[in-house]
T-cell receptor, first 110, second 113 residues
Framework: GQNIDQPTEMTATEGAIVQINCTYQ??????LFWYQQHAGEAPTFLSY????GLEEKGRFSSFLSRSKGYSYLLLKELQMKDSASYLC???????????FGAGTTVTVRA | DGGITQSPKYLFRKEGQNVTLSCEQN?????MYWYRQDPGQGLRLIYY???????QKGDIAEGYSVSREKKESFPLTVTSAQKNPTAFYLC????????????FGSGTRLTVV
């Protein structure tokens, strides 16, 4: 199984930057996903990392270090609509289903 | 457009009744999943299926049942044996073309009254 840890809550100001960390322990790593979930809605895909390094997509970037079992999601130029829960999910090498962290609730304040 | 559809969006059930949640996808995905989400908690896996006529229990399968008679459909039955069924239920599907990243349905909020 997986052990995936991420902070419960984070608060930031509109226009600022927030970094959400995710650490994981797995017997065999085969990819890490970040999802965004607004309250009462389904999660939507943000990013996928399988190799070490930074993946950039507009205001959102995701970083992976496989040797450290560590990833972060970076949200830049925060907007009020970015207030949501952010889920880190890991796929094991010998499996196709994902294991999810408990999610980080980000609150953006004016 | 391809997608995954859950119905109904809201469902009320009396204690002691079974209820079935629908999940249909037209993405031609092989794998399908059911998760439960409680307030302030992460996603917990109920059941999953990789191929038709085959499925496996997840971490919290007790009180639930599923079937996979067609590739497109993966209905979940919440039975009266489920002690605390009030929750938000999410169905998802995945495929190797997306590195097995999930596409989620819009969810069903089940309330036991």
């Amino acid at each position: 199984g997986q052990n995936i840890d991420q902070p419960t809550e984070m608060t930031a100001t509109e226009g600022a930057i927030v970094q959400i960390n995710c650490t994981y322990q797995t017997s065999g790593f085969n990819g890490l996903f970040w999802y965004q979930q607004h309250a009462g809605e389904a999660p939507t895909f943000l990013s996928y990392n399988v190799l070490d390094g930074l993946e950039e997509k507009g205001r959102f970037s995701s970083f992976l270090s496989r040797s450290k079992g560590y990833s972060y999601l970076l949200l830049k130029e925060l907007q009020m609509k970015d207030s949501a829960s952010y889920l880190c999910a890991v796929r094991d090498r010998n499996d196709y289903k994902l294991s999810f962290g408990a999610g980080t609730t980000v609150t953006v304040r004016a | 457009d391809g997608g995954i559809t859950q119905s109904p969006k809201y469902l009320f059930r009396k204690e002691g009744q079974n209820v079935t949640l629908s999940c249909e996808q037209n993405l031609n995905h092989d794998a399908m999943y059911w998760y439960r989400q409680d307030p302030g908690q992460g996603l917990r896996l109920i059941y999953y299926s990789q191929i038709v006529n085959d499925f496996q229990k997840g971490d919290i399968a007790e009180g639930y049942s599923v079937s996979r008679e067609k590739k497109e459909s993966f209905p979940l039955t919440v039975t009266s044996a489920q002690k605390n069924p009030t929750a938000f239920y999410l169905c998802a599907s995945s495929d190797r073309r997306s590195n097995y990243g999930y596409t989620f349905g819009s969810g069903t909020r089940l309330t036991v009254v």
